[in-house]
């Protein structure tokens, strides 16, 4: 697996040398979307890609990595895991590439991470318990194979809004979460709250 995202690298790396002249914040999105996905895979050999995306004109529009996790876990790990990803790939985007961003701060259903978890047995992900896990207008929805493996079908097992498993992931696993996070919880509300009114809200507040 590893072989096709090097490949997918490469594509990308040649798409980038093309519209170089014309869009060269494509070629920094490009760096900043495969330095995240080498951190990642660096701080934990379970991580794979399968894929990514993106949309660069004027403007960045939109960029989404797709993970393989090999290992079987819970709805409340892989909870953590995805909202983990996704907090660390917007603040990235944010902090590097904010002045080519056309929405600033990056927005949730525009800039994403998918998280598909494998059994690194080589066995189907057992029904039950979650095999995908990806942002749906505004919601997070958690995927389990169909009872019946020979069907290739996916059941919703469950689904949450964004915004509570954030908070919950705020509250029992800070550690995890990019710097903002470690704010106390109410200027953390009054930031949140902020950029739900004003798209042009800064992400990263300034430290006193």
């Known amino acids: 697996m590893r072989y096709i995202y090097y490949f997918l690298l490469l594509m990308l790396s040649s798409c980038t040398q093309y519209y170089d002249r014309e869009y ?51 709805i409340e790990e892989l909870r953590v895991l995805f909202v983990k990803y996704n907090e660390w790939f917007r603040y990235r985007v944010n902090t590097q590439l904010k002045e080519y961003l056309k929405s600033y701060p990056a927005p949730i259903h525009e800039f994403q991470i998918e998280v598909a978890v494998m059994n690194p047995m080589g066995k189907t992900v057992p029904h039950g318990l979650p ?17 019946d493996p020979e069907l290739k079908k ?21 550690e995890v979460l990019p ?24 992400m990263i507040p300034t430290k006193r």
């Open 24 to 74: 060269p914040h494509q070629l920094y999105a490009d760096n900043v979307l495969n330095n995240f996905v080498l951190e990642q895979q660096g701080a934990d050999t379970n991580i794979e890609v399968y894929s990514t995306g993106g949309g660069i004109h004027e403007h960045i529009e939109r960029m989404s990595v797709g993970f393989i996790y090999n290992k079987v876990m819970s």
């Open 154 to 174: 996916y059941d919703t097992l469950y689904v949450e809004p964004y915004e509570d498993a954030l908070e919950i992931v705020r509250n029992e696993h800070p």
């Open 179 to 202: 710097p903002e996070y470690l704010l106390p919880a109410e200027e953390f509300r009054a930031i949140a709250s902020s950029k739900n009114r004003d798209p042009k809200v800064l």
């Open 131 to 147: 095999c995908f896990a990806a942002i749906v207008q505004g919601f997070i929805n958690y995927c389990t194979h169909d009872l």
